[in-house]
């Protein structure tokens, strides 16, 4: 049941997809608020999209903007009393088969780490970069993974709603990226959907280890071995698996994304029979 107190907690408190919107609305209008405003000091800015940007690019241009928004974020949990929560270990888990999308994530992340030209990327850039992923991977699963799956479970969502909520609101937030990049509506439509197959797999392994920790720390080393992968490639075989990183994630997305309702409903359906036989 959701919580009907008053005030700054009770209102979040409440939860439903509608705050949880609200929310990570407000996350993304702070955001790209603190990443203007230091653009403004340093304007030539390189990004977590495949540019060959330098270090110093990276730092300013990701790095710095979305480390002062997980203060902001982690100042925003402590003031609605989530920190212990969110942090916690979840009570509802997860099914053998939901381990798929760790193992393809990883196994996509390790190939891409091992075919990566070091040499010409230097150092300091591969470290910037990895900086960066690190607080991007924390920053948007405390949200996504975080915030909006706690909240929809505070209004007693199922589990089918939580886990397309927090993937829906995650892929929509790239939607953004059509106006902040030149990357266009087309390649920004592509991320969309591949960003929702990816949320999905995140929820996922969110389940399937109980603990929030874990989709952040496959989400830090999701984007920094890609984009580096993308813009400094090295010859090695393995390489491929990142080249066709996004079919692979989204095609294991959708499929898992089906068996999650497939088995969900099946649970709800023996839980009703149950209830009804002992009633």
Same mark, same amino acid.
């Given at each position: 049941?959701?919580?009907?107190?008053?005030?700054?907690?009770?209102?979040?408190?409440?939860?439903?997809?509608?705050?949880?919107?609200?929310?990570?609305?407000?996350?993304?209008?702070?955001?790209?608020?603190?990443?203007?405003?230091? *653009?403004?000091?340093?304007?030539? *800015?390189?990004?977590?999209?495949?540019?060959?940007?330098?270090?110093?690019?990276?730092?300013?241009?990701?790095?710095?903007? #979305?480390?002062?928004?997980?203060?902001?974020?982690?100042?925003?949990?402590?003031?609605?009393?989530?920190?212990?929560?969110?942090?916690?270990?979840?009570?509802?888990?997860?099914?053998?088969?939901?381990w798929i999308a760790?193992?393809?994530?990883?196994?996509?992340?390790?190939?891409?780490?091992?075919?990566?030209?070091?040499?010409?990327?230097?150092?300091v850039l591969v470290?910037?970069?990895?900086?960066? *992923?690190?607080?991007?991977?924390?920053?948007?699963?405390?949200?996504?993974?975080?915030?909006?799956?706690?909240?929809?479970?505070?209004?007693?969502?199922?589990?089918?709603?939580?886990?397309?909520?927090?993937?829906?609101?995650?892929?929509?937030?790239?939607?953004?990226?059509?106006?902040?990049?030149?990357? *266009?509506?087309?390649?920004?439509?592509?991320?969309?959907?591949?960003?929702?197959?990816?949320?999905?797999?995140?929820?996922?392994?969110?389940?399937?280890?109980?603990?929030?920790?874990?989709?952040?720390?496959?989400?830090?080393?999701?984007?920094?071995?890609?984009?580096?992968?993308?813009?400094?490639?090295?010859?090695?075989?393995?390489?491929?698996?990142?080249?066709?990183?996004?079919?692979?994630?989204?095609?294991?997305? #959708?499929?898992?994304?089906?068996?999650?309702?497939?088995?969900?409903?099946?649970?709800?359906?023996?839980?009703?029979?149950?209830?009804?036989?002992?009633?």
């Open positions: 049941m959701a919580d009907r107190s008053t005030g700054w907690k009770g209102f979040w408190n409440r939860g439903g997809f509608w705050r949880a919107l609200l929310l990570s609305v407000l996350y993304l209008g702070v955001y790209l608020l603190i990443g203007f405003l230091l *653009g403004l000091m340093a304007p030539e *800015g390189g990004d977590l999209r495949g540019e060959k940007g330098s270090a110093a690019d990276v730092f300013f241009a990701t790095a710095l903007p #979305i480390i002062l928004t997980s203060a902001l974020l982690i100042a925003f949990a402590a003031s609605v009393g989530w920190l212990r929560e969110l942090f916690a270990r979840q009570s509802l888990g997860g099914r053998g088969w939901m760790l193992i393809v994530v990883l196994a996509i992340n390790v190939a891409a780490l091992f075919s990566i030209d070091y040499a010409e990327a230097g150092l470290f910037t970069w990895l900086l960066a *992923g690190l607080f991007v991977g924390f920053v948007e699963e405390l949200v996504t993974r975080g915030f909006v799956v706690n909240m929809m479970r505070k209004a007693g969502h199922g589990e089918i709603a939580v886990a397309l909520a927090s993937a829906g609101i995650f892929a929509a937030l790239h939607l953004v990226n059509a106006f902040t990049t030149s990357q *266009g509506i087309v390649v920004t439509l592509e991320q969309v959907v591949y960003t929702f197959a990816f949320g999905i797999c995140m929820y996922l392994i969110l389940r399937v280890t109980r603990t929030l920790i874990a989709p952040m720390l496959v989400h830090a080393s999701t984007d920094p071995v890609l984009f580096l992968h993308g813009s400094y490639p090295s010859t090695s075989i393995l390489g491929l698996l990142p080249t066709l990183s996004t079919y692979l994630v989204v095609a294991t997305g #959708i499929i898992l994304m089906i068996v999650l309702i497939v088995s969900e409903r099946r649970r709800t359906a023996q839980h009703n029979l149950a209830g009804a036989a002992s009633s």
